[in-house]
């Protein structure tokens, strides 16, 4: 039943109105659509929009496209206009053939998609996990046959559709699946596909199309007339000449208005509708109104308006409209002129009769949209009636529609008190989805009305969650810390999670805060009134940054540690982790606490995937990456990397590469890291993320230690220490300060460096804090000391797992042996860190090491780091994830891919490695020691 579809609404030419059957002039397009189905025929993905102005031959071309594909199933679904806001109006009605297959999918894919169809109810699910299981019910369809998905009229779908639509075309790849969409207008979603541009036929093909149309044209000139206005639009030809009275085809007046392309055809039709009497023009107009094309709704509201069945019989004679199964227009164009040419009150009329012939129950939704479109003015129960389709539009995660049904009830509310409440309502809903101009249109609109406190401290929230979203930059902060102040006294519990808010934001702005910077916000944060009742991980956590900021890391380090502990603490709710997300791990960071910080992350990551929190995961994926790249597992960095881009790309979001940038200043290789490292900050810069600058300085000061280029490393390593001295990227560049102050001989500088080090490392009394402050003690102490201190180091970080910090204390221990002309002991420590930063993959590093080896006397051949194959990144994350056992479902639920193209990757890994099955992938992918948790 695959190739039925029982709700499709595409408008297709009429049968039996005397249409062309075949296309003119349309071989190179046709040539290309065959290819395309050739490709599907052989297993490979194809994704095509064709897109030109209405009446071009879009939908002409899709039908030859269908015609063409007989042994394919074909599912057609198409955009109504009038349900261009309804959220996953557009996917339910292309799913409807599938929904059989719902059972066969993972629970969390299947429920996703029940609450989109509004087949059960609960808390919307993630956009993606819905586009997730959209894939895996096509990819399943097409294990019989071929499947082509034909969308029409695409302009005119609802956005939550489109997206995921787009998000399903982007993600197939290895499937026998096509989907092509026809649209007038692209529109950002569909602009990456491969696109075909439909165009008006050559003058010969237009000739005979128009001669087809009218036997016989008077005038010549009339004629030519005709071809030139057209240029060539199908729709046009044929139209124009039927709209034309006698006279004016005898060449008497002009043909055709002034109006251009579309709005002239529309204007043919207007034209011929003029002849119908009032009941056959009535009845059209509640046809163009009526969205499903369900002639019994049609009927049940035609009968209220007094309209006799007779109506319909001149109408479909004269190829307008077609009553049968569904209701169908001659052409969309029909429809569009029919609705925008009938007088105001008689569409009130329409969409009253029709809300009424609506069941309530059935779909209220509808229901509701016609209620609006009957109101004449301000019509507070419509109002009411919007309202509460949003909320139900809001629990299928049609938060698209939230916000345009919303913005509708505010027009529609009469009284001033509700009118700000929806008004706030919609912009929140907006910001959800993106929509930050609209967003703060509303919050202009609800501040001309009267609002309460809490409403204006709404307002100013708002206004600061948008200017975060937007950019993370230095605009958030004094907005937020308003919002908070003004909180205070209203309501305490937001407030203090206003202040955690705000306390992110001006870390991320960092050194280009304007104002709202780190020390007022905490300042103002602890003289916040205390939480009502017991102490939530979000207050220890306020309380200790807070206190870190103002008080200084000694007073803050015992706070710090209850903050970590209480998200470490099993029993604490999953919801406020995610909630809080990265900010849960800052204290470890400034205490540094290794295992605390990769525990709390390991959680969160683990509760992101649970709950499929796709715009939170890439943050904890980067925050994991950073972790074990630290630790020198780069293969499992390069893995969480990439799937936080696979993320970023399936949803579109931005994060900055921080986690890369990282990775590649350990791995070392000069050209790739620094131009990285230079666009990123550079980016960082003029979006105002004072972090992100911050960041790039540190990793650069890494890289240049690495490569020895001491100067340009100070300098680097002094920019990333002076910003927010009491935080953690400016105690990690310490050490890398004072390195290569003391390599450029700039010892001062180095010594002036090693107290706020004591200082940072102190506090947390770790084995990494400690280590690293022995490691550069002894980098400006000498004889014993020195070395006594060299030992501590190694001792210290060899009891951690960060790899690469314990391979630099055995490099500047082995520099300092040979300075002592110690050579023998000099060449064992400098041959283990040479070791070691080669089986790391630290090229630079390793490199320097070398270099030492060489002036103790040694020679060492140079081992080129080991780059395992030529595997890209995904595919390397999927051999992983093939080694460790998960099956390819399993990954691709993993990696937004379906499981044949999960198949296809790793049979070219197969190749790559020169391997035949799975069981050999584990001698062939070694084991690495931190994987990403699943
Ligand atoms: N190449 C062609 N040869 C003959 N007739 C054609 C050709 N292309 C289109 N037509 C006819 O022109 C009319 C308009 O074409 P069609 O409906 O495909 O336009 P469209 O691009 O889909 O417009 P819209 O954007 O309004 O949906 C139809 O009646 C169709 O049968
Ligand atoms: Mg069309």
Request: glycine fraction near 8%; charge should be neutral.
């Amino acid at each position: 039943m695959l190739n039925r579809n029982p709700l499709s609404t595409t408008q297709v030419g009429l049968s039996g109105s005397g249409r062309q059957s075949s296309l003119l002039g349309r071989e190179n397009e046709c040539a290309l659509l065959d290819e395309l189905l050739a490709d599907i025929r052989q297993g490979v993905s194809r994704a095509l929009v064709l897109h030109g102005e209405a009446g071009i031959g879009k939908t002409a071309l899709l039908e030859y496209l269908i015609k063409s594909a007989a042994d394919f199933y074909v599912v057609r679904a198409a955009g109504v206009e009038s349900e261009t806001e309804l959220a996953y109006a557009g996917l339910h009605q292309f799913c409807a053939p599938f929904l059989d297959r719902l059972g066969r999918l993972p629970a969390p894919m299947r429920q996703a998609l029940e609450i989109v169809f509004g087949l059960r109810l609960g808390s919307p699910p993630d956009r993606f996990l819905a586009g997730l299981g959209v894939l895996r019910l096509l990819s399943g369809a097409a294990d019989e046959r071929p499947l082509l998905c034909v969308i029409d009229d695409a302009q005119w779908l609802d956005r939550a559709s489109v997206l995921t639509l787009a998000f399903v075309a982007r993600r197939l790849l290895a499937e026998p699946v096509g989907i092509v969409f026809a649209t007038r207008d692209p529109g950002e979603e569909l602009r990456h596909f491969s696109d075909l541009e439909v165009r008006g036929l050559p003058d010969g093909d237009a000739r005979v199309l128009l001669s087809s149309a009218v036997r016989f044209i008077p005038d010549v000139r009339v004629r030519d007339r005709i071809l030139a206005e057209t240029h060539g639009n199908p729709l046009a030809l044929l139209e124009s000449p039927r709209g034309l009275t006698a006279a004016q085809l005898a060449g008497m007046c002009s043909p055709l208005g002034e109006q251009g392309g579309a709005g002239r055809i529309e204007q043919g039709f207007v034209a011929r509708l003029r002849a119908l009497s009032d009941d056959e023009r009535r009845l059209l107009v509640l046809a163009s109104a009526e969205p499903v094309g369900d002639p019994l709704l049609l009927w049940r509201a035609a009968n209220r308006l007094g309209i006799p069945r007779v109506a319909a019989l001149a109408p479909e004679t004269e190829g307008l409209v077609a009553i049968g199964e569904r209701v169908m227009f001659r052409h969309p164009l029909v429809r569009s002129a029919v609705y925008r040419s009938a007088a105001v009150e008689q569409r009130r009329a329409a969409h009253l009769a029709l809300a009424e012939a609506t069941d309530r129950a059935v779909d209220p939704d509808r229901r509701a949209w016609h209620m609006a479109a009957a109101a004449a003015g301000p019509d507070e129960p419509v109002a009411l009636e919007l309202e509460r389709s949003a909320g139900r539009a809001q629990s299928r995660g049609g938060l698209l529609a939230v916000a345009a049904l919303l913005q509708r009830s505010v027009v529609l509310s009469a009284d001033p008190v509700q009118r700000v409440r929806r008004t706030l309502s919609a912009a929140q809903a907006s910001l959800h989805v993106g929509a930050f101009d609209r967003a703060l249109r509303l919050l202009a609109t609800a501040e001309a009305g009267m609002l309460d406190e809490l409403q204006l401290a709404q307002v100013e929230l708002l206004r600061g969650a948008i200017a975060f979203a937007s950019s993370m930059g230095n605009a958030a902060p004094p907005l937020l810390l308003r919002a908070a102040r003004r909180l205070e006294p209203l309501d305490v519990a937001l407030a203090r999670e206003t202040y955690l808010d705000v306390w992110g934001a001006a870390l991320f702005a960092g050194r280009l805060a304007c104002a709202g910077a780190l020390p007022e916000v905490s300042r103002a944060a602890r003289s916040a009134p205390p939480p009502a009742g017991p102490e939530q991980p979000s207050d220890l956590l306020l309380g200790s940054l807070a206190t870190l900021v103002t008080e200084g890391r000694a007073t803050a380090a015992p706070l710090l540690r209850r903050a970590t502990t209480a998200f470490l603490d099993e029993a604490s709710p999953a919801q406020k982790n995610v909630r809080w997300g990265w900010m849960a791990t800052i204290p470890s960071h400034v205490l540094w606490d290794e295992d605390s910080w990769h525990a709390i992350n390991a959680r969160q990551l683990q509760e992101a995937r649970d709950a499929a929190a796709l715009a939170r995961l890439p943050i904890d994926l980067t925050a994991w990456a950073v972790l074990v790249a630290w630790r020198g597992d780069f293969g499992p960095a390069d893995a969480a990397i990439a799937e936080a881009q696979a993320v970023t790309e399936a949803t579109g979001s931005r994060l900055a590469p921080y986690a890369a940038l990282l990775l590649a200043a350990l791995r070392g290789r000069e050209v790739d890291a620094s131009t990285a490292i230079e666009s990123a900050t550079r980016e960082a810069g003029a979006g105002g993320q004072g972090i992100g600058v911050q960041w790039g300085d540190w990793v650069s000061a890494i890289l240049l230690n690495g490569l020895g280029q001491s100067e340009r490393a100070l300098a680097a390593a002094r920019r990333a220490a002076e910003e927010a001295p009491q935080l953690f990227i400016s105690g990690w560049a310490l050490p890398e300060l004072i390195e290569a102050a003391v390599h450029s001989g700039r010892t001062e500088l180095a010594a002036a460096a090693l107290e706020p080090l004591v200082e940072a490392t102190a506090a947390g009394g770790t084995d990494w804090g400690l280590g690293i402050q022995a490691r550069s003690r002894a980098l400006l102490s000498e004889d014993e000391a020195a070395e006594r201190l060299y030992q501590e180091a190694i001792e210290r970080l060899g009891r951690t797992r960060l790899r690469p910090e314990l391979a630099r204390a055995h490099l500047v221990y082995g520099e300092w042996l040979r300075r002592e002309h110690r050579r023998v002991d000099a060449r064992g420590e400098l041959r283990a860190a040479y070791d070691q930063f080669t089986s790391i993959g630290m090229e630079a590093f390793a490199e320097r090491a070398r270099r030492e080896l060489r002036a103790t006397g040694e020679t060492v051949r140079r081992r080129t780091v080991e780059t395992r194959d030529d595997l890209t990144a995904q595919e390397r994350q999927i051999a992983h994830l093939a080694r460790d056992g998960l099956s390819n479902p399993e990954i691709g639920a993993r990696l937004f891919l379906s499981p044949r193209t999960v198949e296809w990757h790793l049979r070219k890994v197969f190749s790559k490695l020169g391997i035949r099955s799975r069981r050999e992938l584990s001698s062939a992918v070694p084991t690495e020691s931190e994987l990403v948790p699943s």
